[in-house]
């Protein structure tokens, strides 16, 4: 399969709003009810919230594309747009989603490859990400790319509170020294 990361622009807002809408409700709607799910999806994932944050020069979108089918995508953030610790030598995976369809085929692989890629270009010392507890499937992905555990946070989902497990990796950047 010939995937294609691309770079997301704000002339891309209306497909970033269906693919994040609907990874985010394949992957969470059977944990939760459809009223906190509804309200989660249109205040989260609104055109205009969505346009403000590509709009963040410290956030960066990338679609995975399959032919011309998106097919997942990848939020990074640097400094201020971090959700939490926001230093200036770390990077925030705030989300990665594949559809459903075409998990286990490396398009994840291959965001996380961009990730490093781009942390070690700036010379970053860590990444970092916080994912729900439950699920195990992203931990274990995070694990085989050697992310460790350092801490939690609590999420709101709606009217639900949750628990983020929040893991890191650091980044060894001898090598790319000149
Ligand atoms: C987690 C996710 C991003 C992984 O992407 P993917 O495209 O399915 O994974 P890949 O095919 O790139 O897998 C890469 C490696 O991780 C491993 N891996 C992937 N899913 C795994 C799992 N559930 N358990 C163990 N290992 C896993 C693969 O075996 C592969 O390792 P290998 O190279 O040694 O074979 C994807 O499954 C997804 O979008 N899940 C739903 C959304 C989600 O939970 N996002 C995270 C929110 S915090």
């Given at each position: ?13 209306d ?8 990874t ?19 205040e989260?994932?609104?055109v205009?919230?969505l ?19 998106i ?20 990077l925030?995976?705030?989300r ?12 994840g ?9 781009i ?20 931990i274990s ?8 555990i ?10 639900d509170?949750q ?9 060894d ?6």
């Amino acid at each position: 399969m010939q995937i294609e990361l691309k770079r997301a622009g704000k002339e891309d807002v209306d497909d970033l709003q269906k693919i994040s809408q609907k990874t985010f409700a394949d992957t969470f709607g059977k944990y939760n009810t459809p009223e906190n799910m509804r309200k989660y999806l249109s205040e989260n994932y609104s055109v205009e919230k969505l346009l403000q944050e590509i709009n963040n020069r410290n956030s960066q979108f990338f679609f995975a594309k399959v032919q011309s089918q998106i097919i997942g995508y990848l939020k990074i953030n640097f400094n201020s747009a971090q959700t939490e610790l926001q230093e200036g030598n770390s990077l925030e995976i705030e989300r990665i989603y594949v559809a459903k369809e075409f998990q286990g085929q490396k398009v994840g692989q291959s965001f996380m490859n961009k990730a490093v890629e781009i942390a070690r270009k700036n010379k970053l010392r860590f990444i970092w990400l916080g994912v729900w507890e439950k699920n195990l499937n992203a931990i274990s992905f995070y694990q085989r790319n050697g992310f460790v555990i350092f801490g939690n946070h609590v999420f709101k989902l709606g009217e639900d509170l949750q628990t983020d497990i929040m893991m890191k990796m650091e980044l060894d950047n001898k090598k790319w020294e000149p």
